[in-house]
C-alpha cells in the first residue's frame, strides 16, 4: 500500500491557538500546537507543518485534510470545512465512546453539546456573546494576579473561602478583583470565586440542552484543574479522564471526519 494512503489530518484554527493532529492507521502519529496569529491561514499551516515536521512528513503524504475551528473558513490547505462542535464531538467519541455530553471552554467561547453513541451531535448551546466564562476571560485574571496561567486552577484549589464574583463582564470583573484584593481577600479566595462563578454560568447552558453521563471537558481550559472541580460540583457529575491533551480533540475529530470522508471518497478501503 502507499504512503499516500495512510495519512489523515485535522487543523482547528481557534481563536488563541491553532491544533493540528495527523492519523495513521487511526491512532494518534503526529500533534502540533501553535498560538494563534492574525492570519488565520498562516496560523493552520504553521500548526499541520509542526506535526508534519515532527512525523517526517510532508503535506503531500497526506490523503485527506479537514479544517475546523473560527479559521476554517477558506483554509486553502483543507479538502473540507466542518464545524468545531462536530469535530469536538467526533474526537471525544473516538477517544472515550461511552461520553455523550462535552463541554469545549476554548479562548472565546464555550460549549456545551450532547452527542449519541456514534459521536452525532444532538443538541448544543454556545456562549460567545461575551468574554467572560472564557479562556480569554481566565487569561485576564492571571495578568491581575501576576501567575501563571497553568498555575491558576491549582491556586483556586487551595482556597480556604469562596469570595462571591457578582460581576459577569470581563472589564466589571476585572476591576472587581482588584477592590476585592485591596479590601484584603486572599487571591486563592478571590480565584475560587472566580471559578466557580464561571461553573454556574456553564450549568445555565445545560439547563436547555440537558445532561448525560459520561461527561468530557475539551478546549485548552480543561486543563485547569480548578475548572475540572467547579464545573464537577455545579453540575453534579465527574468528568472523564482524558486521554490526550484535551485541547486537542477538535483537531483529533477532524482528523477522524478525514478519515471518513476519504473513505467515502472511495481514496482508501479498510
Ligand atoms: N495549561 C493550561 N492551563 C490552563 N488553561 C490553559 C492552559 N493551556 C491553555 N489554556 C487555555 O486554553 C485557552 C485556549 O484553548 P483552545 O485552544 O481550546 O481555544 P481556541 O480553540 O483557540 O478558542 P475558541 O474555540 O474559543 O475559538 C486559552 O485561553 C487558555 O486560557
Ligand atoms: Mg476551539
Redesign the pocket.
Known sequence: MSINGNYFAGV????????SVILKDGEIFATG?VP?GVNSVESGLNALNLALESAGLKQEDLTYIVGT??GRVSAPYANKAVT?ITCHAKGANYLHPTVRTII????????AIRIDQDGAVVDFAMN?KCAAG??????VM?GVFKVE?????AIALSATDTVPMSSTCTVFAESETISLVARGEKPENILNGIHHSIANRIAGLFSRVGIESDVFF???????SG?KSAIEQALKVTIVKPEID??LI?ALGAAVIARNFSKKEGLWAA
Open positions: 482547528d484554527v481557534g481563536s488563541l491557538a491553532a491544533k500546537l494563534s475551528g473560527y468545531e469545549d471552554m476554548g479562548g472565546q467561547d464555550c460549549k460567545d472564557t479562556g480569554r476571560f481566565l487569561e492571571a496561567l497553568k498555575d491558576l486552577g475539551s478546549g485548552g481550559v480543561a486543563k485547569n475548572m484535551p485541547q477538535g
